[in-house]
């Protein structure tokens, strides 16, 4: 079975620097989609960031980036020029990219904070 | 962009009675939704996955007599949890995927249930 580790509970960045928020995962699948998800107080579950396992190349968006090792089975969070929204829990999550049910696994997520 | 919407928002009632949570895919058609079940500052725990048309799918632990999910249309799944208890008071979260194991998961907004 897949697992996802964020072995941070918390962090805390200052507002407009950069943080990294870690995640490790196991798996013994060659193709699968991993993910980030943020969940603010509002707690919606917001997509943040997609890497499909074949893409050599990291994926970004706007100020979020991945920094995705395969081999190392690494896959942490990059936010850039962090702000206030930024607050909220991120979690991990990956998907066998085998089948139309295949669920996703989450981590056990990690709270941001952002000091103004 | 894909919308899932979730009803009721939040829901208190009286310990014995049945409630009933709807998740609707707005624009597309989801061939598979799932429910998790969401503790405070915890991560999701998948209860069940459904496909249309057929039984769902639950995750060990999960007593399917007390949540029933029907999935009766490729726009519409159902969570009815029967003769709550307050130990059944949680966030409860559904999810829709369109057809293709490739396709991302897009989220409804939640349910907070309340049991008194």
């Known amino acids: 079975a897949q697992t996802v580790t964020q072995s941070q509970p918390e962090m805390s960045v200052q507002e407009a620097e950069t943080v990294t928020l870690s995640c490790t995962y196991d798996?013994?699948?060659?193709?699968?989609?991993l993910f980030w998800y943020k969940q603010p107080p509002s707690r919606q579950m917001i997509l943040v960031i997609r890497?499909?396992?074949?893409?050599?190349q990291n994926a970004t968006e706007n100020r979020f980036s991945v920094n995705f090792q395969k081999a190392a089975k690494s896959f942490s969070l990059k936010i850039s020029d962090s702000q206030l929204g930024d607050a909220a829990m991120y979690f991990c999550?990956?998907?066998?990219?085998?089948?139309?049910?295949?669920?996703?696994?989450f981590g056990k997520g990690i709270t941001l904070s952002v000091r103004p | 962009g894909a919308v899932v919407s979730q009803h009721p928002s939040w829901v208190i009632c009286k310990s014995g009675t049945s409630v009933k949570i709807e998740c609707r895919s707005l624009?597309?058609?989801?061939?598979?939704m799932f429910w998790y079940r969401q503790f405070p500052k915890q991560s999701l725990m998948l209860m069940a996955t459904?496909?249309?048309?057929?039984?769902?799918?639950?995750e060990q632990g999960v007593e399917k007599d007390k949540f029933l999910i029907n999935h009766a249309s490729l726009t519409l799944s159902t969570l009815t949890v029967t003769s709550a208890h307050p130990e059944d008071s949680s966030f409860y979260i559904c999810?829709?995927?369109?057809?293709?194991?490739?396709?991302?998961?897009?989220f409804g907004d939640g349910t907070r249930l309340s049991i008194l």
């Open positions: 999810s829709a995927r369109k057809v293709g194991s490739n396709q991302p998961q897009h």
């Open positions: 798996t013994s699948e060659s193709d699968y989609y």
């Open positions: 890497q499909e396992a074949y893409k050599q």
């Open positions: 999550a990956y998907r066998s990219a085998d089948g139309a049910n295949s669920k996703l696994t």
């Open positions: 624009d597309f058609q989801a061939t598979t």
């Open positions: 459904s496909n249309e048309g057929s039984k769902a799918t639950y």
